[in-house]
């Protein structure tokens, strides 16, 4: 089975040659993603992947013009209605298509969408809860740019290559003040009696958008603060969320184990607002 993928408007089958050497994204990481799951043929969050997408186009210094919304949703259309994909993973980057070395010449935006057929078109909560581990060998930066869905991606994969080496499902990722920031590839929460926390984002985590989602499902009732290592085995229940998992639960973190009871309640509720 053939699989397309979007190349700067233009389709092209899996494992054509895209790139020349001089590749910004290649060589210097200049470059962003969004990774967006499509469901019964609508790409789910839309709005706020975009928001996300043109806040970090702008703060990096990329010239959108000509490329807004529509054009964006158009392009991803192309990607999940060519290869039948009515429920997806999409991966859209974004990277600057100039010649320079760290100082680029032009501020063009090309780009390539990816994209994987799923199998479920509602959120799915894990039945195993996650075992996990913390991370502190390489601490998240708290400042703006930490907000920022980039593909400069070391931290995460040193934090993947530690869980993955302690037997852990996913690690915590920690700040430079020694709090709580998020996880290998999601935001973190906490259920500590009748409150759900998750780490502020002057703590150096990712903007995500399904941690916006839930913010905004349940005004006033999740809280953004700081969230030390000793919340973390006081909890109740631990959860991470990401764009296309929604909610996974955890099970166990430093020899406690958790329940899954509101992290359950929780996915439904995201899941009847699909």
Not at 261 to 266: P, T, V
């Amino acid at each position: 089975m053939h699989v397309y993928s979007n190349y700067n408007g233009f389709l092209v089958e899996d494992g054509e040659k895209l790139f020349s050497s001089n590749n910004r994204a290649f060589k210097f990481g200049d470059a962003l993603f969004e990774s967006l799951k499509v469901s019964n043929s609508k790409v789910l969050h839309w709005d706020k992947h975009y928001q996300r997408l043109q806040y970090t186009l702008d703060f990096l210094g990329f010239d959108s013009t000509g490329v807004d919304q529509a054009f964006w949703e158009n392009q991803l259309q192309k990607v999940f209605v060519r290869n039948n994909f009515p429920d997806a993973r999409l991966r859209l980057t974004i990277y600057r298509d100039s010649p320079g070395l760290y100082v680029p010449q032009r501020h063009k935006c090309a780009f390539l969408i990816e994209g994987a057929q799923l199998d479920k078109s509602n959120y799915e909560l894990n039945v195993k809860g996650l075992n996990i581990g913390l991370y502190s060998d390489v601490l998240r930066s708290r400042q703006k740019f930490s907000n920022l869905k980039t593909t400069n991606s070391l931290p995460y994969i040193l934090a993947g290559l530690f869980a993955e080496k302690h037997s852990f499902d996913d690690v915590v990722i920690l700040n430079d003040a020694g709090r709580v920031s998020e996880a290998v590839s999601s935001n973190v929460f906490v259920i500590l009696g009748d409150q759900i926390i998750t780490p502020s984002l002057d703590e150096g985590c990712i903007d995500g958008v399904m941690r916006k989602v839930l913010l905004e499902m349940h005004p006033g009732k999740i809280k953004e603060a700081l969230v030390d290592v000793d919340m973390l085995k006081k909890a109740d229940e631990i959860f991470f969320t990401n764009a296309i998992r929604g909610i996974q639960w955890v099970a166990s973190f430093d020899g406690k184990n958790y329940a899954c009871n509101r992290s359950s309640q929780l996915m439904n509720v995201l899941n009847m607002s699909l």
